[in-house]
Nanobody
Framework: VPLQESDPGPVKPSQTLSLTCTVSGDSLTNNVGWNWIRQAPGKGLEWVGYIDKSGNTAYSPSLKSRATISRDTSNNQFALQLRSVTPEDTAVYYC?????????WGKGTLVTVSS
């Protein structure tokens, strides 16, 4: 199940980061979860949030106030918006499918927050 993250380009502090994940070979309305995960330089993986087959969402408590995950079922895409970014949001962002575990991942896209 190929997943492909978009490249958001340069992002400055206080801006909104917008990412899209395009899913092939599966449907957003199947009984799986569609996740965003990130990894900052030198740190471990951090789960950001997910959206399920019904469009319900859940978020990491630390990011809940700034993150929104949405979907476009007609294009089989789901998206992440992260508001008011700081350099601490610099990371490789991955989209991933959860069925019994995170079984399919995108290659990741590096997002650098810098003025």
């Amino acid at each position: 199940v190929p997943l492909q993250e978009s490249d958001p380009g340069p992002v400055k502090p206080s801006q909104t980061l917008s990412l899209t994940c395009t899913v092939s070979g599966d449907s957003l309305t199947n009984n799986v979860g569609w996740n965003w995960i990130r990894q900052a330089p030198g740190k471990g993986l951090e789960w950001v949030g997910y959206i399920d087959k019904s469009g319900n969402t859940a978020y990491s408590p630390s990011l809940k106030s700034r993150a929104t995950i949405s979907r476009d079922t007609s294009n089989n895409q789901f998206a992440l918006q992260l508001r008011s970014v700081t350099p601490e949001d610099t990371a490789v962002y991955y989209c991933a499918r959860y069925k019994y575990d995170m079984d399919y991942w995108g290659k990741g896209t590096l997002v650098t927050v810098s003025s």
